[in-house]
């Protein structure tokens, strides 16, 4: 869709990071006189030229308002925002592009479901089922449901590698759990969740789930239809797309039966002062004028990981951290945070001595970029007794050359600390 | 590009591994904490006020080094201070690491000067400043936890 050339799947068998990296012009600077490494993809990943240029396009050809339009350009735009649509439609798999809500990003698809499908239909003693891994966008919204309705927030808890305990969570789960909302892939430990598991489980128990996809869409290959989850929310900057536009998938006959999230244009059929009918799905959910250069943007970056296949991409991130798995381990005073034995994208650590913000700046120094901090998930912090964690973070542009780095800057940061 | 060794100077190191004034005082007249939301950094400051003079301060709690130097290099330089001279300390210590053009105010910081390396790490402004922002908050006693945000 963005007219530029996209690498072909036969050459991607082996895979070949130096010609991806090409596809990324950010990733060809110096940071403090270094070349940058950049491993904070678990907060936003790089955009590559490909989505540069879908965007470009749009706004150098195509820009105009769309839907309703008769005119060249709002139909042109209007072509390539429903095109995109359709892309993300085909990466979930789901069944019907009206399943398909453009909205800001994960943490607005959730709370566009805690408070259309959750909060008219919660009573009090209800339960709301998440775990002890959720980011803060996976636990707010269900506390102010909560809050609303006096529906009652469970939490299942983790283990010390980090991986959900199975059993309480099938224990916390009973006749009460009307939805049950859980991290496909930890943003704070990497876990991958056993989601179909879940998924199962809570169905028969008559609750509904919603899968929060933010972390897992850049790593894992997701197929709505097989895991038969009943709302999936990703945003799409995490997947080489801009910031500022997600998707909410959710099954036709969930939202059918839910109110609008907001009001306002392009979400109505027809407006008079005596009553409003609503617009079909998905338009019913997406009020005003969208983000179109943002969907656009997705639509393009969809593109251009399923030309190389997520399948490959992930086999390649999973050598990277297994790599680095290894590498950190040859560090004395390093402990890893998260050591599910499923896990993607993510080395989250602590080092004897040294706060995760003097790591960060360090290695910033060094020209690698990090993320310190509690990552939006605070109970993970309170569960591992740390304040905060240093997380290095993959994308498929990330080389064994770029762990090395890594590594090299943690013993500098020893060094630096004397510890 | 500012040199790391500006940032983590050695006064610094020896603060972060050797606290001064760390602890709790157990009649405290002032008291507060101080919380950095951005990183996790958490400190309880109390103070010792006798006749508007800081008699007694001490810290406790967990944060990276430069929060942790700060808070020990400002209660070294506060204990015995009176409390209008402190708070005008603060006012010349925050300008001078957040804005350029105050090399003159800071050689009226003494030890706190180790401290002005940060002005070339914005992110880290914050780390500086939790423990001054927490002896506003126990100054003027609301009771609310300080925050940098």
Request: glycine content about 8%; hydrophobic content about 40%.
């Amino acid at each position: 869709m963005s007219g530029v050339q996209q690498p072909k799947k036969e050459t991607m068998n082996a895979f070949d990071a130096e010609s991806i990296r090409r596809d990324f012009p950010i990733l060809h600077q110096e940071v403090h006189g270094r070349p940058l490494v950049y491993l904070d993809n678990a907060a936003t990943s790089q955009k590559p030229r490909q989505v540069i240029a879908a965007l470009d396009h749009y706004y150098s050809v195509d820009n105009a308002n769309i839907h309703r339009g008769v005119h060249t350009l709002s139909e042109r735009a209007t072509a390539a925002y429903e095109g995109a649509r359709d892309e993300v439609k085909q990466f979930l798999n789901a069944v019907d592009r009206r399943e398909i809500v453009f909205v800001r990003g994960a943490t607005e698809a959730i709370n566009l479901v805690a408070q259309s499908y959750a909060r008219p239909r919660l009573k009090p003693g209800d339960e709301i089922l998440i775990t002890e891994m959720e980011h803060h966008s996976n636990i707010v919204p269900w506390q102010m449901v909560c809050e609303q309705t006096g529906a009652v927030l469970k939490v299942a808890s983790i283990d010390e590698a980090g991986e959900l305990r199975l059993d309480e969570f099938y224990r916390l789960l009973n006749a009460r759990t009307k939805l049950v909302a859980v991290v496909h892939v930890s943003n704070a430990l990497g876990t991958i969740n056993p989601v179909r598991e879940i998924i199962q489980a809570a169905h028969a128990q008559g609750a509904v789930i919603l899968l929060d996809g933010a972390q897992a869409v850049p790593h894992v290959a997701v197929d709505v239809q097989a895991l038969d989850c009943d709302f999936y929310v990703f945003s799409g900057h995490k997947l080489y797309a801009p910031t500022g536009i997600g998707a909410l998938y959710g099954k036709a006959a969930l939202l059918e039966a839910m109110p609008p999230y907001q009001g306002g244009g392009d979400m109505i059929r027809s407006v008079t002062f005596a009553k409003t009918e609503y617009n079909v799905l998905p338009y019913k959910f997406e009020a005003g004028t969208p983000h179109i250069a943002g969907g656009i943007g997705l639509g393009a970056a969809i593109d251009y990981v399923s030309n190389i296949g997520l399948n490959v991409i992930a086999a390649w991130e999973d050598e990277l951290l297994r790599y680095a798995t290894a590498r950190a381990h040859e560090i004395p005073g390093l402990r890893l945070i998260g050591t599910a034995r499923r896990k993607a994208g993510i080395l989250s650590f602590v080092l004897d001595g040294v706060h995760p913000h003097d790591i960060g700046t360090i290695l910033d120094h060094e020209g690698v970029a990090i993320r310190t901090g509690h990552h939006c998930a605070m109970p993970v912090m309170d569960h591992f007794a740390v304040p905060a964690t240093a997380r290095a973070s993959f994308a498929l542009y990330n080389t064994r050359g770029d762990v090395d780095r890594l590594i090299a800057a943690i013993v500098r940061v020893k060094e630096v600390f004397r510890v | 590009m500012s040199d790391l060794r500006d940032l983590y100077q050695e006064v610094i190191f020896d603060h972060n591994r050797h606290p001064r004034n760390f602890g709790k005082i157990a009649n405290a007249d002032r008291h507060a904490d101080g919380h950095n939301p951005l990183c996790g950094d958490k400190l309880s400051l109390y103070l010792k006020i006798d006749n508007d003079v800081i008699t007694d301060i001490r810290f406790e709690g967990s944060g990276c080094a430069i929060s942790t130097a700060s808070a020990s290099l400002m209660t070294e330089r506060l204990k015995g201070m009176k409390v209008a001279d402190a708070e005008a300390l603060f006012q010349k210590f925050h300008a001078v690491i957040t804005q350029d053009g105050h090399d003159a105010d800071s050689s009226q910081l003494g030890k706190l000067s180790v401290l002005t390396g940060v002005r070339g790490y914005p992110a880290r402004v914050k780390c500086a400043t939790l423990a001054w922002h927490t002896l506003e908050a126990a100054l003027h006693g609301k009771g609310e936890t300080a925050s940098t945000e």
